[in-house]
């Protein structure tokens, strides 16, 4: 079960920083012209947005282990 928990850490690290990396290429293509800088994401992309990152980095695994437990519990149900 660590290892279950590890793989889940790993992948929602790495799908937040591959939607913020999105985001950086498709926000620099959009508003290249208005100034959008390096700075600018950076700060909209991580600093803005430490709250939202705690939070799904809490709440998410949480939410897996119960539904984990949930989903075992209706199959010990049906096979018994």
């Known amino acids: 079960q660590k290892n279950e928990m590890?793989?889940?850490?790993?992948?929602?690290?790495?799908?937040?920083?591959?939607g913020r990396i999105v985001n950086g290429f498709v926000?620099?293509?959009?508003?290249?012209?208005?100034?959008?800088?390096?700075?600018?994401?950076?700060?909209?992309?991580?600093?803005?947005?430490?709250?939202g990152i705690i939070i799904q980095l809490v709440i998410i695994p949480v939410l897996v282990r119960i539904l984990?437990?949930?989903?075992?519990?209706?199959t010990e149900k049906v096979f018994a």
Request: proline fraction near 2%; charge should be positive; include cysteine.
């Open 6 to 18: 590890t793989k889940l850490y790993m992948s929602l690290i790495i799908a937040m920083l591959a």
């Open 68 to 74: 984990n437990k949930s989903i075992y519990k209706q």
């Open 27 to 51: 926000s620099t293509f959009i508003l290249s012209t208005q100034g959008y800088t390096l700075s600018v994401f950076m700060t909209a992309s991580f600093i803005t947005c430490l709250p």
